[in-house]
């Protein structure tokens, strides 16, 4: 850093320095040294690209990848562009919201989905168009579709019990999980970051898994940054100052908004979910719909029975008739 302040300063009128980065690292880089602003003295600011200019940039994009010569179902100008555009629109003003980069992963998610309906086209006999983008390549397909297609919400739907959980999913970003332990929600979060892959809320599907250990640190300040370091997680009940400030940092970094492109799952049992809730931030329910958690609910004898057999199969056992007579019918045999 001293380096660079001299040579800024010996080769005045010589070399442009020009320091080029985001807003909040480049706040704390000036920070380190207090000769820094009177080096550099003129800031320009590059705001983020409008909904309009997001879609000028994507047109331009499709035109020079192809030189022109592929058209868009709706056209250039039509809703599907437009949308798309939106879509990207919504990480605006957050850290890390890539503009022009931004759509060129929309540009390629585009192009994904092309090449995987091509494919399927190409398997059942027809000729598709490598020229064209139809309305499921630039937006993707409707969500009742996805979820028709996706594994992930087959095997979702195909866990024993869960019953009140699939009765009443509605996707969405940030939730909680409450139950007893064994009663899989672990496994449900993650099946659920993958539907939430799946129909386009987020773009990467991998799951996270934190135990609250991993956001406490040894000192307050610690946890802060632990916290502001760790995307998904899994946090119980909040019984020191520690937690408190682990709290606050969820609800400021987590917003709950369209284009976030993060899903914060809450996992824990009801009762010690219910009182953090109640006893700590108050933003903290509205984050992650705390009036409506999906509830685990504890495994009857029949899914318990279930259960028990999968699991003998996959170890290559196999019980007999009397093996499997419940409990209370084997015990009145018994007696008789």
Not at 29 to 41: E, I, T, V, W
Request: some cysteine; hydrophobic content about 40%.
């Amino acid at each position: 850093m001293d380096y660079l302040l001299a040579e800024v300063e010996n080769l005045r009128g010589k070399i442009v320095f020009v320091l080029a980065g985001y807003r909040k690292p480049m706040e704390s880089f000036f920070a380190h040294n207090p000769g820094l602003p009177s080096r550099f003295p003129i800031e320009m600011t590059f705001e983020d690209y409008s909904d309009g200019q997001l879609l000028e940039i994507l047109q331009g994009q499709i035109k020079k990848r192809w030189d022109g010569a592929i058209s868009v179902e709706g056209g250039m100008d039509g809703l599907f562009l437009r949308v798309a555009s939106r879509r990207v629109g919504r990480g605006r003003g957050k850290e890390g919201f890539g503009n022009a980069r931004a759509m060129e992963n929309a540009l390629a998610r585009m192009e994904k989905r092309q090449a995987k309906r091509l494919r399927q086209e190409r398997k059942n006999g027809r000729s598709g168009d490598d020229l064209q983008f139809n309305r499921e390549d630039v937006i993707g397909p409707e969500p009742a579709v996805t979820l028709r297609n996706s594994q992930s919400w087959k095997q979702l739907e195909g866990m024993i019990g869960l019953k009140k959980v699939k009765q009443e999913v509605k996707f969405s970003l940030n939730r909680a999980f409450v139950g007893s332990p064994g009663t899989g929600k672990t496994t449900a979060a993650q099946l659920y970051g993958q539907v939430l892959a799946d129909l386009g809320l987020l773009s990467n599907g991998e799951v996270v898994v934190k135990t609250p250990a991993d956001f406490v640190g040894s000192a307050l300040g610690q946890s802060e940054a632990t916290t502001k370091g760790i995307l998904a997680a899994t946090v119980g009940k909040v019984p020191d100052p520690y937690w408190i400030a682990v709290v606050d940092i969820i609800v400021a970094e987590v917003q709950n908004v369209p284009g976030e492109d993060r899903c914060v799952i809450l996992l824990g049992y009801e009762r010690q979910m219910e009182r953090m809730f109640r006893n700590v931030n108050p933003g903290l329910s509205r984050r992650f719909a705390a009036d409506s958690p999906f509830v685990f609910e504890d495994f009857d004898d029949e899914e318990l029975l279930q259960m028990l057999g999968l699991k003998l199969r996959a170890s290559g056992f196999a019980a007999t008739d009397l093996g499997w007579t419940p409990e209370e019918s084997f015990c009145g045999a018994g007696e008789g």
